[in-house]
């Protein structure tokens, strides 16, 4: 407690001196997405403020009610200095939207992006800046490898997956020539965000991706180097959902304007339903000696409560449902792909005796079925009656 004493002093220090002079808006915004970093938020305002010495700066937290009361922290160091703000968003999970709106809730010119757990150089921002104001770039980028450091501490793993990644979407024409388009730490003037902010897909974690993609017009790049630091506090939130909301971004960039993602997305897991179904009725009937109407029924809702997990993780993980909301939400996706299961029959019974061939028929009734099942799940499972409360992990 002493120690966030301490800290709040430091910047309080500093805004009194700012305060001295008459209020100047901000030039720059600084845009930092949270999630349970109350460990390294304080001693990232230090840092900023350290660095940005002498810049008409504001800071937004944006922090997705992280459990640890990192939104409290950033309120009480508010307090203190005005240039800093939390944005808190309750029921949400998602770095690249949280970004996005915190980017729609400044007026400042030059809107940065930069991660509170201190694994991003902060004395980068200035020259950020000046590349900026020079008038030759529309967007700083800062690179982890453009002066060909490697980035330590990271496992061989992860280091393979981000070489694959970058190479990956390098093959973009945007792209094409970036050493890191999948950085976090970038810098835009307003215009290039509201020229893209309509097209935006805001999943996962690679804003800057999204941002260079949906851009009117390709956007003039600035690469600048820097080290990456290793995170000191706080448990990093990579983990297997990220990659899948990084391929579903891809998609969503390659046929968004025709499907959304989400349907793709929620069309991929349908398409286990199948096997698990089968799975589990080969399991029982056949392994166990389960009679074939039970054996059955308990597929169709062992593949229901898959399909509805599966959804809930990777379709929804921005609105996932935990606790007793996992309950519900499980009862009204069951009652909802009953009645998709009806219409699926339905339609593709009539179409059948109207001398429609057989696979015509069943692929038209899978359509209807998919499309209900998503539109009203969407809805009525993890739409605004769920969203409200849906917890986050
Ligand atoms: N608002 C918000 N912020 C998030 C969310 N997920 C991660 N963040 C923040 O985004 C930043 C980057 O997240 P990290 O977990 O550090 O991800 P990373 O830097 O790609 O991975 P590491 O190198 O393993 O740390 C951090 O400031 C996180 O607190 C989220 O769902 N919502
Ligand atoms: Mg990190």
Known sequence: MRAVQDELRVTSAAAGRAAERPPRPAELAVIVPTFNERANVLELAR????????????????????????ADLVRELALHDPRFRCLQRIGRRG???????????TAAPCLAVIDADLQHDE?????????????????????????????????????????????????????????????????????????SVR????????????????????????????????????????????AVEFLTLL?????????PARFSMFAAVGGLWVLVHLAVLALLHRGVGVDFLPAQTLATFGAMTFNFALNNELTYSDRRLRGA?????????????????????????????????????????????AVWNYAVTGFLTWGSRGRGRAATR
């Open 47 to 70: 840092r900023l403020v350290a660095a940005l010495d002498g810049i008409a700066f504001e800071v937004i937290v944006v922090d997705d009610d992280s459990p640890d009361g990192t």
């Open 95 to 105: 770095l690249a939207s949280a970004c996005v709106e915190g980017m729609l809730a």
């Open 123 to 195: 004395r980068l921002l200035v020259p950020m800046l000046e590349a900026l104001r020079s008038g030759r770039a529309d967007l700083v980028l800062a690179s982890r490898y453009l002066d060909g450091t490697a980035v330590p501490g990271w496992a061989e793993q992860r280091r393979l997956a981000s070489r694959l990644a970058t190479r990956l979407v390098g093959a973009l024409p945007r792209l094409r020539g970036l050493t890191d388009p999948l950085s976090g730490f970038f810098m835009l003037r307003r215009e290039a965000f509201e020229a």
């Open 199 to 242: 097209g935006l897909s805001a999943i996962g974690f690679k804003l800057l991706l999204d941002i260079l993609l949906s851009a009117p017009e390709p956007l003039r790049v600035v690469e600048l180097p820097y080290r990456f630091r290793e995170r000191r506090e706080g448990r990093s939130k990579l983990d297997a959902r990220v």
């Open 251 to 259: 998609l969503d960039k390659l046929v968004g304007a025709w499907i």
């Open 325 to 369: 909301r996992w309950l519900t939400g499980w009862a009204s996706f069951c009652l909802v792909c009953s009645v998709g299961a009806l219409a699926n029959v339905g339609i593709a019974t009539v179409l059948f005796l109207r001398d429609t061939s057989w696979l015509l028929a069943a692929i038209a009734g899978i359509l209807v079925g």
